[in-house]
């Protein structure tokens, strides 16, 4: 299987900025793209970044120009530089990666157990 541990969240004022990490581990054949979702109270969970092995990037609207994801493939990690933060960026961030533990099993989706993420004055 393959595991993922975020860190890096906390309390941030607003228009102050934070930035996550993310490492994977344990079995891994290949993965194909890293990302962050996050999940307000009372929201549905959604998406705020992904980044490919092509380093090709995706971002909510909501976040373009203050967020950031990048990656660094040799230590499995992905990171999300989180700028001119918002209240409204309140969430628990979930680090995502997609891809295969091994040649015998299909590409999968595999999640961390998330870090809060509060802005406030």
């Known amino acids: 299987q393959m595991q993922l541990a975020e860190s890096g969240g906390g309390l941030a004022q607003p228009g102050g900025s934070l930035r996550l990490s993310c490492v994977a581990s344990g079995s891994i054949f290949r993965i194909n793209s890293m990302g962050w979702y996050r999940q307000a109270p009372g929201k549905q969970r959604e998406l705020v970044a992904t980044?490919?092995?092509?380093?090709?990037?995706k971002y909510a609207d909501s976040v373009k120009g203050r967020f950031a994801i990048s990656r660094d493939s040799a230590k499995k990690t992905v990171y999300l530089q989180m700028n001119s933060l918002k209240p409204e960026d309140t969430a628990i961030y979930y680090c995502?990666?997609?891809?295969?533990?091994?040649?015998?099993?299909?590409?999968?989706?595999?999640w961390g157990e998330g870090t809060l993420v509060t802005v406030s004055s």
């Open positions: 980044i490919n092995v092509a380093d090709s990037t």
């Open positions: 995502n990666a997609n891809g295969m533990v091994s040649p015998l099993f299909y590409d999968a989706d595999y």
